[in-house]
């Protein structure tokens, strides 16, 4: 039940992304793009560090390049997977308090694995 953050609502090039408790600022409003782009802030996009493919890969942001490492996939099963990548977007270490980082991990079906887009 919480938002994927933008932590402090930097706007600096590979700040980590986290979980927080939902409150509908700009740091949680993400943007799902034809071009298969999570954009936050109109320019910064989810990206997966260093277009890191393996497991505990830092999802991040960063300017919006159209690289494969800033594409994603949302699935019917609530999955969010890298195109680049094919990991899971994942509350690490199946956290679910405030602060708790956000990862790449294999796909496992769990709820730290599970996310939802609001209008």
């Known amino acids: ?14 700040t980590q992304e986290q979980l927080w408790d939902c ?16 954009m936050v802030y109109g320019s910064k996009c989810l990206d997966a560090s260093g277009q890191g493919m393996s497991n505990g890969t830092a999802v991040i942001i960063w300017d919006c390049n159209g690289q494969a490492n ?30 708790t980082k956000i990862i790449l991990w294999s796909c496992n079906g769990g709820a730290n694995q599970q996310w939802s887009l609001r209008a």
């Open 23 to 38: 409150h509908g600022g700009t740091n949680q409003r993400w943007t799902y793009t034809a071009s298969r782009q999570l």
């Open 70 to 99: 800033q594409q994603w996939n949302i699935n019917l099963d609530g999955t969010v997977t890298g195109v680049q990548s094919g990991l899971c977007v994942d509350a690490d270490g199946a956290g679910t308090a405030n602060g």
């Open 1 to 14: 039940g919480r938002c994927i953050d933008v932590p402090g609502f930097s706007t600096s090039n590979g």
